[in-house]
């Protein structure tokens, strides 16, 4: 067992880095975007509108289809601020009616929350809301972070065949140590 293993492990470690005959060059592919195109698409460009406006780096590294989901996101967040803020509000307003020191004002709370619980009610919501502000900044950066991400991978080019194959190989013959048997990696881009 322990011969196979060691037989095994010599196969995978014995590479020759003279075996490579291929001209590295012409194993990769031409680009389909013009020279033109590729070197006026900056990074800089795309984060610089993104913060102008949200979505616009994605446009502009033609990803439209992320333009709904980042404004879905801040919109959902901000939103829920703006509901937790209201929230938070009707139940400041309960909290202050009931200890404005008039005995005849009476809030809609009045017998089925007691002072503390409308303060921990306040606070759920206050904290709630600060959430909300969180989530949409953060949803704003993630926008911006997008698109220098993207503009900085727009002249990466994935085409449909990509593949990777390890197979056993001789890698050649010295008069020194004789045949020299390895394994060959083979990426295809």
């Known amino acids: 067992m322990n011969t196979i293993v060691a037989a095994f492990l010599m196969l995978l470690f014995a590479f020759n880095g003279t075996a490579q005959t291929e001209d590295l060059e012409t194993q990769i592919k031409p680009s389909k975007k013009s020279k033109a195109e590729e ?74 929350y007691s002072d503390l619980q409308l303060i921990q009610i306040q606070n759920y919501y206050d904290k709630n809301r600060e959430i909300s502000i969180a989530f949409a900044v953060g949803f704003y950066a993630l926008n911006i972070l997008d698109a220098n991400v993207d503009a900085h991978l727009f002249e990466f080019d994935v085409s449909d065949d990509l593949s990777m194959k390890i197979e056993p190989t001789v890698m050649g013959f010295s008069r020194h140590t004789g045949t020299q048997v390895g394994m060959k990696l083979n990426l295809k881009f």
């Open 39 to 112: 070197q006026n698409h900056s990074p800089k460009k795309a984060m610089l509108l993104s913060t102008v406006l949200p979505g616009a780096g994605q446009v502009y590294n033609k990803k439209w289809w992320k333009v709904p989901i980042i404004y879905a996101g801040i919109g959902v967040s901000v939103y829920a601020a703006i509901w937790n803020k209201d929230q938070f509000d009707h139940y400041r307003n309960a909290w202050n009616i009931r200890n404005d020191g008039n005995e005849d004002t009476k809030d809609e709370y009045d017998g089925i």
